[in-house]
């Protein structure tokens, strides 16, 4: 029997590919989205879409009402999304703690599953300057999964994976590629629109695209201009 | 200006206690409590007693679906309470990744109020022996929230003050009387009913009698039987 992994799924390129490679790896992947308040709706769309065709051993989203923080241009409609390309320093469209309570939700879910494998699409070079994407924080994580939970205390010792971690984004998507990830499916777009078609001019449009370009593939992404 | 904090706050006893504790050392007290399909859903009316007569600059419900995952006795309805007395282990009331849930959400909106600190009512000494109330988690926690954002980044040190957690319960109960906490309208029992009575025979009930008792004062809790 296939030991059980918890995958984060957003519905994005990243994402995808991580749940390829957990797929890859013999897990019976449990893939878990979430419904933040997000402007970008569009990507559990997308993330339902995903499971489907890659296959998972189950999916769920799980609410949680981060919109009612605000601080974000993901969950702030009166913050604006920037378009005018990518700039030094973490960009408005961090979203405080969110990948911190996406691991502990997964975390959660982990435990009553019997898994020991949590995996996430977090990736630390073609990346917006998130904190919560470095491998120092996937490694601080893992220690406290490890002293937060029943599963640790006991000895099971708990894995954060991050395959994407040291990846450039024309690795992932190369990556994604040779085990058969279909990236039409996928939506990046930081404001796309209800159809997930993507914006272009955005920080994860112009990643994206610089990525397919490094790759050598052509982009499948739908644009809406 | 009072600095701001997030404090934590389940309607029981310790996060009761907290909050006087976090307001007499002069913090702004922003309020933070959950709906994750626990049973004792009294607790929640507890909560916005006791911000009512304990003051705070704020007070938010957030909600997330635990009980989709079920595996505890908190919020799985098949599986009972125990009432048999306090036993060696985890109990079957421990919530997988709860405190971590609940952490990374304060951390959140800490980091959206521009707040530095988060008070937690976790206790290590009178307490259930969930792995996510001890001192090394707490530690844990404090490291990954500095690296996990934009303010911990960026140099401010964010804190993660657990002021009880090596006070005995009677030392909890005497230091909130001190302070003038109403311990009537705090609801501890894992299965109150809707009028917040206590059933009197859950390892929760158990630790609260025990402590009152070893306080020398009067346990104002209503019981139904």
Not at 111 to 121: A, T
Request: proline share 5%; with cysteine.
């Amino acid at each position: 029997m296939k030991p059980p992994a918890v995958v984060l799924l957003s519905g994005g390129l990243d994402s995808a590919t991580c749940l390829a490679i957990a797929n890859s790896q013999g897990f019976a992947c449990h893939c878990l989205s979430f419904d933040y308040g997000q402007r970008h709706n569009a990507e559990l769309q997308a993330a339902a879409r995903v499971v489907k065709a890659l296959g998972a051993a189950g999916h769920r989203v799980v609410d949680f009402g981060l919109a009612q923080f605000g601080g974000s241009a993901l969950t702030d409609p009166a913050i604006a999304i920037p378009t005018g390309g990518i700039q030094p320093g973490i960009p408005v469209t961090y979203v405080p703690a969110r990948n911190t309570i996406m691991l502990s939700l997964a975390l959660a879910w982990a435990e009553v599953l019997g898994s020991r494998d949590i995996f996430v699409g977090v990736n630390a070079v073609d990346y917006s300057g998130y904190p919560d994407c470095r491998p120092e924080f996937i490694a601080a994580f893992e220690r406290l999964a490890n002293l937060a939970t029943k599963a640790g205390v006991e000895g099971c010792k708990l894995s954060i994976h991050a395959p994407l971690i040291h990846l450039s984004k024309a690795a992932i998507i190369r990556a994604g590629n040779a085990l058969g990830v279909d990236y039409s499916l996928t939506v990046s777009c930081y404001q796309a629109d209800e159809q997930g078609r993507a914006c272009g001019i955005c920080d994860a449009c112009r990643l994206r695209a610089e990525g397919f370009a490094a790759a050598g593939l052509t982009d499948p992404t739908p644009y809406r201009i």
